[in-house]
């Protein structure tokens, strides 16, 4: 075929669709083997062994320290023992002989492995080419489903039941997931708000929350069984609310608002009378502290008044006889009253003149007292002497005295 023909052909249809298949192959392919890095290029082999590959598979990354530096070649199987081999994108990749560190990791939930790689001490010497990393150095990954293994049955049934529901309710939940994400950053801040809430007085708060309830949590922990008592009478309550298809419930709520009304109408009429008992209350608030205060002697007063009031039965048979007799005295003295009314009535004006005098009247009499209550040996109580003196004689300038002296001049 001559050079113009094979020009004609690629410009056909025909070729076009030739070359645009070849180069799409291509690129699938060299797809397919991207992980191996670039085709024919020279690779370090490293062969490890394994107790359990733990879902290891061809093509997955081989990383030390966290860098992807090659990918597992082959998976075999060597005297009963699980061999993966290993291939190193740089043929210089420093290996020493106790690179033993070697580990299956986890990529993603999807079930992707890694092996993780320690590439050892460079004191101990070069890993030899045809050296194997034992089984019994390397260290065991921990599947997921082997940690889900440590759960009974029950737990896993549950769990699993979870999942599905999860999965379940989240299916024709997009946009809200999609609003979810949106909000995601003003969920954030007011997380951050409420977090620095809970954080305020250095937390103190928040511990005292957490105390009071783990104290509520045990106190309501000791009290199951009220509380299982509680719920079975809500769901009686609950039940005969329920009866009747719950009519008489319908129909209570419809005059409910009637009788709130009514409510209202008589609480407000309450507030007068309240504030008027308001005021009793702190007006006789001191006599009931006073009888608070006096009860203690109250009650040792009855206590002991027992004994005397067992005695005013006979002391009121003794009295009879002498309440008697003053019953009759009283109605003998009453026409002696009248008359003694009488008198002290026509004396009253005699008395208030005296009255005036009544201070002298006792000197008068207080002086006669001891006047005539000395006397001498030969039986004379008293003597009147004349003592005559200046006044007597009339000198003038010589006190006189009055002989109608005023209440109080007599001395």
Known sequence: MTDNAIVSWLRSPMGIGSVVLLLFGGAVVFGLNSTHGMPLAERREVRVAFEDLSGLNTGDDVRIAGNRVGYVDDLVLEDGVAVAVLKLDD???QLYENARA???????GLGQKFVTLDPGDPATGELRSDAVIPADETVKTEDINELLDVFDERT????STALKNLGGGMVGHGEDLHALVRNAPELVDSTGTVSRALAAGDGVPLEDLLVSAERFTGRMATRSDELAALVEEMAVTVDAFAADDGNQVRASLDQAPDTLDAAHAALSGLDAPLADLAVAMRQVRPGASALGRSTPDLRAFLREGVVPLEKV???????EVGVVALDDLVADARPLVDQLRKTGRTGAPLARVVGDYAEDIAYFHTNASGALSSGDSAGHWLRILLLPGVESLGVPGSATRDPYPAPGETR
């Not at 896993?156 to 769990?159: H, P, S, Y």
């Not at 039965?313 to 009295?319: C, I, R, S, W």
Request: no cysteine; hydrophobic share 30%; glycine share 10%.
């Open 91 to 93: 043929p210089d990749t």
């Open 313 to 319: 039965p006979g002391v009121n048979a003794d009295a």
């Open 102 to 108: 070697a580990r299956i990791s986890d990529r993603s």
């Open 156 to 159: 896993r049934r549950g769990a």
